[in-house]
């Protein structure tokens, strides 16, 4: 124990204030919350064609296989690190999935990274509720 004491001492630190406990480390500042915009079904649908975002499908090909909204673009989310160039950061991206959960996380990840995006709240779910065009593959 004296040599672990005279350690400390050398180190600037008196034995009083280092035996027993460990200091707390400092209180690490958090992160700024953000909420993830989402776009309703309805309202995507009332967009014309000329502002219509770029569509993301987050989903994996075989829930792609079931059915797509027309014109999107398909990129399983555990592929989008690695495609990221196949997105542009300055356009307006809508992303979605089944019902709304994996694309307002990806939605979440692509802002984090300087992406306009936005998560289709309730996914292609509420789109085809809303009575919105499905496209399957044949």
């Given at each position: 124990m004296?040599?672990?004491?005279?350690?400390?001492?050398?180190?600037?630190?008196?034995?009083?204030?280092?035996?027993?406990?460990?200091?707390?480390p400092?209180?690490?500042?958090?992160?700024?919350?953000?909420?993830?915009?989402?776009i309703?079904?309805?309202?995507?649908?009332?967009?014309?064609?000329?502002?219509?975002?770029?569509?993301?499908?987050?989903?994996?090909?075989?829930?792609?296989?079931?059915?797509?909204?027309?014109?999107?673009?398909?990129?399983?989310?555990?592929?989008?690190?690695y495609?990221?160039?196949?997105?542009?950061?300055?356009?307006?991206?809508?992303?979605?999935?089944?019902?709304?959960?994996?694309?307002h996380?990806?939605?979440?990840?692509?802002?984090?990274?300087?992406?306009?995006?936005?998560?289709?709240?309730?996914?292609?779910?509420?789109?085809?509720?809303?009575?919105?065009?499905?496209?399957?593959?044949?």
């Amino acid at each position: 124990m004296a040599l672990l004491d005279a350690v400390k001492k050398m180190l600037g630190a008196s034995p009083a204030q280092t035996s027993g406990s460990t200091p707390a480390p400092a209180p690490q500042p958090e992160p700024e919350p953000f909420i993830v915009p989402e776009i309703m079904a309805a309202e995507l649908m009332g967009v014309g064609e000329a502002a219509r975002p770029f569509l993301l499908d987050c989903r994996e090909l075989y829930e792609r296989r079931g059915g797509f909204i027309p014109g999107s673009v398909h990129i399983p989310m555990r592929e989008i690190p690695y495609r990221l160039a196949a997105l542009d950061p300055a356009a307006d991206l809508v992303v979605y999935c089944a019902h709304g959960h994996r694309s307002h996380d990806v939605a979440g990840w692509l802002i984090e990274r300087g992406f306009r995006a936005r998560s289709l709240r309730g996914g292609i779910a509420a789109w085809q509720m809303q009575g919105g065009p499905v496209t399957r593959e044949g």
